[in-house]
């Protein structure tokens, strides 16, 4: 496509706010989006189908914490993005656009309007995580002046390791949240609160104790999940009861060589590859975690 015709097609890019009904649209999109990606570099689908992406769509354009993103051309979506900004960093994605709309800059539209918001509403950091062998993708966020940060490995498949002798893992409740922020902010420099209360009233917290103490927790497993530990083995003890994963694994930093070794070796394996890529405030992990797909 010439620079002209390149121009004349992103000019005619409309963003606007998402509502929930366009998630019936914009679900099957992100379906093939990611899907096509990952065909064309070898790997599965991240989705079993453009329902399952309706639906993880629908509850983010719905809920009062996160704030969509439409790309329509030629009267027609086109694409989506979002942000999570329950908490004071901010999560973009995920960032779809339709595989026979691509190259012709509605990416980029839907990244300028994301960033845009982030500086209206002054966050100290917006943070994404993107598929490592999709060069397009990783360019474009460079350009955009985030920097990746954290290789990470997707894994799947159920541990079948024992916890460390001393750590005792239950559910959490909401006397626990002051001192799961503290581990957070400990570990990053800030918190997740707002995820954490989320967690916290759907009952899907953990934490981890070790005499007597909380010494980690976990919001949740897999690409919807994030977890916090002083210690690898309080990640370990978690991870262990991982009964339900949303998405296709657990995304575990490739840096920390213990944790990755050890889940190799307790039955897990990589699905794929990712890059977490940051703007504004990052502080180098201190202790263990696990990201989300966000963050």
């Known amino acids: ?41 070898g790997f599965p689908p991240e989705l079993p189908s453009g329902e399952s992406g309706a639906e993880i769509l629908g509850m983010l354009f719905s809920h009062p914490g ?57 966050a100290p950091g917006v943070r994404l995580v993107q598929s490592a062998f999709h060069n397009r993708s990783l360019s474009l966020y460079a350009k955009l002046g985030f920097q990746a940060r954290e290789p990470l490995s997707v894994m799947e498949g159920k541990l079948d ?36 209360t989320d967690g916290l009233a759907q009952g899907s917290v953990l934490v981890v104790e070790r005499e007597g103490r909380i010494t980690g927790y976990a919001c949740g497993f897999g690409y919807f999940g994030h977890a916090v530990g002083e210690t690898n083995p309080d990640i370990q003890a978690l991870l262990i009861e991982a009964n339900h994963v949303t998405g296709p694994g657990i995304l575990i930093p490739t840096r920390n060589a213990e944790l990755f070794a050890w889940c190799l070796t307790h039955g897990m394996r990589v699905f794929q590859p ?20 966000l963050y």
């Open 66 to 122: 996160f704030y969509g993103f439409v790309a329509e051309s030629g009267g027609r979506i086109v694409g989506s993005n979002c942000l999570d900004e329950r908490s004071s960093i901010v999560g973009l994605g995920p960032i779809t656009v339709d595989p026979k709309a691509q190259k012709q800059g509605i990416g980029r539209a839907l990244m300028m309007a994301a960033l845009e918001r982030v500086r209206e509403r002054n």
């Open 274 to 293: 990712m890059t977490l890529m940051t703007i504004g405030q990052y502080q180098e992990p201190r202790g263990a975690y696990l990201p989300s797909v």
């Open 161 to 196: 390791g024992v916890a460390a002798e001393g750590c005792k893992v239950r559910t959490a409740g909401d006397a626990d949240a002051a001192v799961c922020n503290r581990l957070c902010r400990e570990t990053h420099g800030h918190d997740r609160a707002g995820e954490l």
């Open 1 to 41: 496509m010439s620079g002209e015709a390149s121009a004349a097609a992103a000019s005619e890019i409309r963003i606007r706010n998402a509502v929930p009904a366009d998630a019936e649209i914009c679900g099957p999109i992100l379906y093939e989006a990611f899907a096509t990606i990952n065909r064309n570099h």
